[in-house]
């Protein structure tokens, strides 16, 4: 059942909310047909049309709240013709939803419509950009709050809260239901994308807790922007995005030893890095490439990505190129974090006399005050200029910032390498 509901909610959610006009009140028909089928499968036995089932008993439930209601108007009325053409007639007696689902038609075309349009609801901006991410994992992914909870490491109370004041803001706002006009989509699109970026990120590099990757949460960005790929395939950013999180996952196997510890890149045994996601993710890259616009934030990421994925060793990569692709990223979408990571590749390709001002500027400019991410790079590059006691100093503050307890154990890791004293 939770399989059945994690690839088919969004279509069922898509649908009831066409049928409603209701976004918040059709993820909770949804539930509850759920809630239904809970009861009811494990007695009577699993469907022939599961996903037929379940979108059969939320119509229903929409149908039996609006006479509840007295809302006997022709939103109504449309309900029940829907209905009836699933299998149960206007009128008539209602007959077992497990018979009524054989009937229940899905049109291709009108599914990926609705799974499209509950994404760009999803991530409306109106939501909080938390509100945004909560509600993505509860409607496209099929996550319960107890899931998303344990994923971020926050109370299951938080994301059931967050998820009910999403709704009520998007109720309020009267947002539609509907794809947005191709006027707005551009940037509509670029809020899903972020949404999905998010999440996949603190899968792969967890902010907090005792594991370094969480790879049910990463794996749920995927299969996020997979779905996004088949239902905008003429985007370039949408593959750019599928590319980044292919050729960024396909180096998990690899990041982390027996024990669960982090592996830094240059220990990293390369022969266990998935080598069909690197496929994956560079033919993604490919077919963004083809479309000739110009790479974009995510296109220009998925090209640093590539590099890794292809260099046979870290002595071996291509660092200049690395710092030039940084360098367009930075002037495409400027930020402390672009600019630490061109910082590190500047220490690769150049030496790290020539990255440490980089690394200044940011720290003088109070960037990342509270990231363990300044200190940690800042450290690295003292320790190999040969200035131990101002490294260790780093290491130590970058200690105190982090919530990764994997992360932690590697700088304390560094600071022990650097032996008792004051100088290497």
Same mark, same amino acid.
């Given at each position: 059942?939770? *399989?059945?509901?994690?690839?088919?909610? #969004?279509?069922?959610?898509?649908?009831? #909310?066409?049928?409603?006009?209701?976004?918040?009140?059709?993820?909770?028909?949804?539930?509850?047909?759920?809630?239904?089928?809970?009861?009811?499968?494990?007695?009577?036995?699993?469907?022939?049309?599961?996903?037929?089932?379940? !979108?059969?008993?939320?119509?229903?439930?929409?149908?039996?709240?609006?006479?509840?209601? *007295?809302?006997?108007?022709?939103?109504?009325? /449309?309900?029940?013709?829907?209905?009836?053409?699933?299998?149960?007639?206007?009128?008539?007696?209602?007959?077992?939803?497990?018979?009524?689902?054989?009937?229940?038609?899905?049109?291709?075309?009108?599914?990926?419509?609705?799974? !499209?349009?509950?994404?760009?609801?999803?991530?409306?901006?109106?939501?909080?950009?938390?509100?945004?991410?909560?509600?993505? !994992?509860?409607?496209?992914?099929? !996550?319960?709050?107890?899931?998303?909870?344990?994923?971020?490491?926050?109370?299951?109370?938080?994301?059931?809260?967050?998820?009910?004041?999403?709704?009520?803001?998007?109720?309020? #706002?009267?947002?539609?239901?509907?794809?947005?006009?191709?006027?707005?989509?551009?940037?509509?699109?670029?809020?899903?994308?972020?949404?999905?970026?998010?999440?996949?990120?603190?899968?792969?590099?967890?902010?907090?807790?005792?594991?370094?990757?969480?790879?049910?949460?990463?794996?749920?960005?995927?299969?996020?922007?997979?779905?996004?790929?088949?239902?905008?395939?003429?985007?370039?950013?949408?593959?750019?995005?599928?590319?980044?999180?292919?050729?960024?996952?396909?180096?998990?196997?690899?990041?982390?030893?027996?024990?669960?510890?982090?592996?830094?890149?240059?220990?990293?045994?390369?022969?266990?890095?998935?080598?069909? @996601?690197?496929?994956?993710?560079?033919? @993604?890259?490919?077919?963004?490439?083809?479309?000739?616009?110009?790479?974009?934030?995510?296109?220009?990421?998925?090209?640093?990505?590539?590099?890794?994925?292809?260099?046979?060793?870290?002595?071996?990569?291509?660092?200049?190129?690395?710092?030039?692709?940084?360098?367009?990223?930075?002037?495409?979408?400027?930020?402390?974090?672009?600019?630490?990571?061109? #910082?590190? /590749?500047?220490?690769?390709?150049?030496?790290?006399?020539?990255?440490?001002?980089?690394?200044?500027?940011?720290? @003088?400019?109070?960037?990342?005050?509270?990231?363990?991410?300044?200190?940690?790079?800042?450290?690295?590059?003292?320790?190999?200029?040969?200035?131990?006691?101002?490294?260790? @100093?780093?290491?130590?503050?970058?200690?105190?910032?982090?919530?990764?307890?994997?992360?932690?154990?590697?700088?304390?890791?560094?600071?022990?390498?650097?032996?008792?004293?004051?100088?290497?």
């Amino acid at each position: 059942m939770a *399989a059945v509901w994690r690839i088919e909610s #969004a279509r069922i959610v898509g649908a009831l #909310a066409r049928y409603t006009g209701e976004f918040g009140l059709a993820e909770d028909l949804a539930q509850e047909a759920l809630a239904e089928a809970l009861v009811t499968w494990p007695r009577d036995g699993v469907p022939h049309n599961p996903a037929g089932w379940l !979108l059969t008993v939320g119509r229903r439930r929409a149908v039996d709240g609006f006479r509840r209601r *007295a809302a006997l108007d022709d939103r109504y009325a /449309a309900l029940a013709r829907d209905l009836g053409e699933g299998g149960v007639a206007a009128g008539s007696d209602p007959v077992d939803p497990v018979r009524a689902a054989e009937q229940v038609l899905w049109d291709p075309d009108r599914i990926d419509d609705d799974v !499209l349009a509950l994404m760009f609801v999803s991530c409306h901006p109106v939501l909080s950009p938390e509100a945004r991410v909560a509600l993505t !994992l509860r409607v496209i992914g099929g !996550l319960t709050s107890d899931e998303i909870a344990r994923a971020f490491l926050i109370p299951t109370a938080t994301v059931q809260a967050r998820i009910t004041r999403a709704k009520k803001t998007l109720t309020a #706002a009267r947002v539609p239901f509907e794809i947005p006009p191709a006027a707005e989509r551009p940037d509509r699109l670029v809020s899903v994308l972020r949404v999905i970026y998010v999440i996949f990120t603190e899968g792969s590099s967890a902010s907090s807790g005792t594991d370094l990757i969480r790879f049910d949460l990463a794996a749920e960005a995927q299969r996020l922007a997979r779905v996004l790929t088949r239902l905008v395939p003429d985007e370039p950013e949408v593959h750019s995005l599928l590319a980044l999180l292919e050729l960024t996952a396909a180096r998990f196997p690899a990041r982390t030893g027996p024990d669960g510890a982090p592996v830094l890149l240059e220990d990293q045994d390369r022969r266990r890095w998935d080598r069909s @996601a690197i496929g994956r993710g560079r033919a @993604a890259l490919a077919r963004a490439e083809r479309v000739r616009r110009g790479l974009g934030i995510y296109g220009l990421q998925a090209a640093i990505a590539e590099c890794h994925a292809t260099a046979p060793s870290v002595a071996d990569t291509d660092w200049d190129r690395i710092v030039l692709l940084y360098e367009a990223l930075g002037r495409l979408a400027p930020s402390p974090i672009v600019e630490v990571n061109r #910082a590190v /590749a500047v220490a690769m390709a150049r030496g790290p006399a020539a990255a440490l001002p980089i690394v200044d500027d940011l720290e @003088a400019a109070g960037e990342l005050a509270n990231s363990h991410l300044l200190p940690s790079v800042r450290g690295e590059l003292l320790i190999r200029l040969g200035r131990t006691a101002e490294a260790r @100093a780093e290491l130590e503050r970058a200690i105190v910032r982090c919530g990764n307890e994997r992360e932690r154990s590697v700088l304390e890791r560094k600071i022990e390498l650097l032996g008792p004293g004051t100088a290497r």
